[in-house]
């Protein structure tokens, strides 16, 4: 499960820290550069429910293994466009075939993991997740200094097909899938019932306002780095998303935390990191903004894992479509708030996005104390 994480993030998030060099080879604003991210998280989003269905139907592990290594053949077809359009295109493609992993994966966990230790579990996916998008902006950004974007793409589906290859070997079979039929009327159902529990549209909401803004802070830091006093590299630039691996620590940790302590007690502070980070990312020395940017990217990954994990455990045998159901509000977060905030950008540079983006998180935080009153399972 940390191959496959760690592969669909590659994939999915390699243009990110190419938006300024994309914006300026096409002609275009960034606000539409960033649409190369945003077509593949909005074409996950609407696909992860029929992924979920026919994860429910077909078994995730087969769904898993298909998704990962279609994505793969589509990540190499990027690298030969001849205009953004077409650029455009492959990436929903992209998108819409990596939806299959992540529609199953969290429901692979809550069936196949053991309860006490499923917080560990979900904290190492996570951590894949963290690491593959780390790993994808830092080669994107490296290979585009030394070659080009096209060949940056290229070596990313190239690493995309050696991890498809090694997550359809090494992961283990399901032992507790049982099919459930997909007709639309248990869906319906079963999608009336999730809508019911007192936690779990909540929890939606978090998944939407946390990965809107923490793909809001990334889209945009590379115009601000580019720019006085800080006149960064593409290279230098890149490098920047080494700060990933704070966020598969943080996965981990919260983990354990969660295992430890409950969701109740830790979610509510892992976002107050959050708010203090971009906090931090207002002033214009250079060693603060990597601090807030850490500090930022701990908190939201620490949000993701618990959760992700918390509705996988609420959602009980309707687990397959509740987390169906939270990473479409969760990519859907990407695709609305990352992309919109680009205006924000326009308006105030990177002091409009930090406060359209802190409006963002102080509305998180409520919604997170909420959830700090509910018992941690559905009664």
Known sequence: MFVGGFATFAMLYATQPLLP????????????A??????????????????????????????????????????????????????????????????????????YIGEEVSPRAQGKAMGLYIAGNALGG??????????????????????LGLLGIVSAAVFWYRLPPSRHFQARAASISRIIDDARHISRDAGLPWLFLTALLAMGVFIGVYNYLGFRLLEAPFNLSQTAIGAIFLLYVVGSWASAFAGQLTDRFGRRKVQWVVVM???????????????LLIAGVAIFTFGFFATHSISSGWVARRGQERRGLATAIYLTFYYLGASLIGSMSGFAWSLGRWNGIAAVLGLCLLLLLAIVLRLKKLPADPT
């Open 134 to 155: 780390m790993s994808g902006r830092v080669l994107s950004a490296l290979l585009t200094d030394i070659g080009s974007w096209r060949i940056a793409l290229l070596t």
């Open 273 to 287: 990191i959050m708010i203090s980070g971009l906090l931090l990312t207002l002033g214009d020395a250079l060693v």
């Open 34 to 107: 960033s649409l190369s991210v945003s077509a593949g998280t909005a074409a996950l989003a609407l696909m992860l429910i029929p992924a979920s269905v026919l994860a429910d139907r077909s078994g995730r592990e087969k769904v898993m293994k298909v998704s990962l290594a279609l994505a793969a053949l589509i990540a190499l077809a990027c690298a030969t466009v001849n205009d953004f359009s077409q650029l455009l295109i492959l990436r929903a493609l992209l998108g819409a075939s990596l939806a299959g992993l992540p529609a199953a994966a969290m429901a």
């Open 21 to 32: 060099l994309l914006s300026s080879e096409f002609g275009i604003s960034p606000a539409s």
